[in-house]
């Protein structure tokens, strides 16, 4: 599947996104630092960021803003997953060139849906959920 890389300050957050991306066959790494993430922009492009709205130094809109302005990140999905669910800030991250925008708490299904338009598979494969649930 695809190669997504989550941001946010919160490592509960990251590792609930990790287990649902993970069940449907991503391969998903984390990180807690946006700027840690723009420094990798420039040698490791993920197939997909899902990036929260508010962390300290830099936030989830600049950095997409940052995102979209470097020659790797101009194409990248990016979906911001944030606690915040003000029509504001929807805009705001969706003039900053976001892909999507999802509130949380989020569930599965809502998730794994956004990932797979963004990176414009349209249907879930639900064989990795079929696998986990199967006594063995």
Do not use: W
Not at 51 to 80: K, N, S, W, Y
């Amino acid at each position: 599947m695809a190669s997504v890389l989550v941001v946010d300050d919160n490592p509960v957050n990251l590792r609930v996104c990790r287990l649902i991306l993970e069940r449907y066959g991503h391969v998903v790494e984390t990180e807690t630092s946006p700027v840690a993430v723009l420094t990798r922009m420039a040698t490791q492009v993920p197939d997909l960021l899902i990036t929260d709205l508010m962390m300290p130094v830099l936030d989830g809109i600049e950095l997409t803003r940052q995102i979209r302005a470097l020659p790797t990140g101009r194409d990248l999905p990016i979906i911001v997953l944030t606690a915040r669910g003000e029509e504001s800030d929807q805009d705001r991250a969706m003039e900053a060139g976001a892909t999507d925008f999802l509130t949380k708490p989020v569930s599965s299904g809502v998730l794994t849906a956004a990932v797979n338009d963004a990176l414009g598979n349209l249907t879930p494969d639900p064989s990795p959920l079929l696998d986990s649930n199967r006594e063995g």
